[in-house]
């Protein structure tokens, strides 16, 4: 059985930092795509960066890019979420996302396997 279980959300300063982590147990996951998607009150579901399998191609949500970075490390079957450059509207619950294709997807839909989600919320 597939679990995806996300950690490293909190409280943050805005203008801070921070790093969350999703480890996957009961499957590989480095030849398929995984992602990270996030929720804000009030707000629609959205992708906020996705990375395929090798050749590794990665996408960032227009609102993210320049300040975020998502990887891979095979050895631990986990994919990160690097974010930089906090501010109040980055404020969501995140999920982890993965599937069993190559090619990455930018919608919910795209996935079949989710974490729990974790909690990030920037101080203003």
């Known amino acids: 059985q597939v679990q995806l279980v996300e950690t490293g959300g909190g409280l943050v300063q805005a203008g801070g930092s921070l790093r969350l982590s999703c480890v996957a147990s009961g499957r590989s996951f480095y030849n398929y795509a995984m992602a990270w998607f996030r929720q804000a009150p009030g707000k629609e579901r959205e992708v906020v960066a996705a990375?395929?399998?090798?050749?590794?191609?990665?996408y960032y949500a227009d609102s993210v890019k320049g300040r975020s970075t998502i990887s891979k490390d095979s050895a631990k079957n986990a994919v990160y979420l690097e974010m930089h450059s906090l501010q109040p509207d980055d404020t969501a619950v995140y999920s982890c996302?993965?599937?069993?294709?190559?090619?990455?997807?930018?919608?919910?839909?795209?996935?079949?396997?989710w974490g729990q989600g974790t909690q990030v919320t920037v101080a203003s």
């Open positions: 996302a993965a599937t069993g294709g190559y090619a990455l997807g930018l919608h919910v839909w795209d996935y079949g396997h």
């Open positions: 990375i395929s399998g090798p050749p590794t191609s990665t």
